[in-house]
T-cell receptor
Framework: AQSVTQPDIHITVSEGASLELRCNYSYGATPYLFWYVQSPGQGLQLLLKYFSGDTLVQGIKGFEAEFKRSQSSFNLRKPSVHWSDAAEYFCAVVGASKIIFGSGTRLSIRP | ETGVTQSPTHLIKTRGQQVTLRCSSQSGHNTVSWYQQALGQGPQFIFQYYREEENGRGNFPPRFSGLQFPNYSSELNVNALELDDSALYLC???????????????FGEGSRLTVL
């Protein structure tokens, strides 16, 4: 069965510091993987996606993610965070006409 | 370009009642999917409609049902409300039957349902 695990419920980083949010997935075939961001009171916005090919994918707002099949991971990174990056981040996997979201990681930014 | 709009934004119901939530999809999009997001959780996929037919469903009981209209707007209906149905209900629109697979989902801001 498909599943997505985001081990970190809440992360706080200083503005200007680097960021890595973890995502582990379980899926039998080659997964379609996504990262979404949700700001307070808002719907979700797609940051980036992986279907195949280059395992390092670039997204909007300076985010990138790396697909590692051997570790079943799709971690999200940003070299330097901004206060406006404070939000909830969700990893998701698609397959068999279903999309499964992780439980999310809340990112706080320390001034 | 008109984004995804949902109504109502907030509502309160009591156990056993029925509720209808509405969603207008983004201009040009013919696919709508619905999600339930409980507090502190990720969205859970309820179902997807493409050209007025349900073409994907998550693990939700039959009392969760939907409709898609010829203009591609959509409704989510929940019968016999339970306390655990309290959540934010999100609608997303996309283009094509495979919209879910592409991940190109455009979300509305949601309808927050409280069941007392």
């Amino acid at each position: 069965a498909q599943s997505v695990t985001q081990p970190d419920i809440h992360i706080t980083v200083s503005e200007g510091a680097s960021l890595e949010l973890r995502c582990n997935y379980s899926y039998g075939a080659t997964p379609y993987l996504f990262w979404y961001v949700q700001s307070p009171g808002q719907g979700l916005q797609l940051l980036l996606k992986y279907f195949s090919g280059d395992t390092l994918v670039q997204g909007i707002k300076g985010f990138e993610a790396e697909f590692k099949r051997s570790q079943s991971s799709f971690n999200l990174r940003k070299p330097s965070v901004h206060w406006s990056d404070a939000a909830e981040y969700f990893c998701a996997v698609v397959g068999a006409s279903k999309i499964i979201f992780g439980s999310g990681t809340r990112l706080s930014i320390r001034p | 370009e008109t984004g995804v709009t949902q109504s109502p934004t907030h509502l309160i119901k009591t156990r056993g009642q029925q509720v209808t939530l509405r969603c207008s999809s983004q201009s040009g999009h013919n696919t709508v999917s619905w999600y339930q997001q409980a507090l502190g959780q990720g969205p859970q996929f309820i179902f997807q409609y493409y050209r007025e037919e349900e073409n994907g469903r998550g693990n939700f009981p039959p009392r969760f049902s939907g409709l898609q209209f010829p203009n591609y707007s959509s409704e989510l209906n929940v019968n016999a409300l339970e306390l655990d149905d309290s959540a934010l209900y999100l609608c997303a629109s996309s283009l094509g039957a495979g919209g879910l697979n592409t991940g190109e989902l455009f979300f509305g801001e949601g309808s927050r349902l409280t069941v007392l």
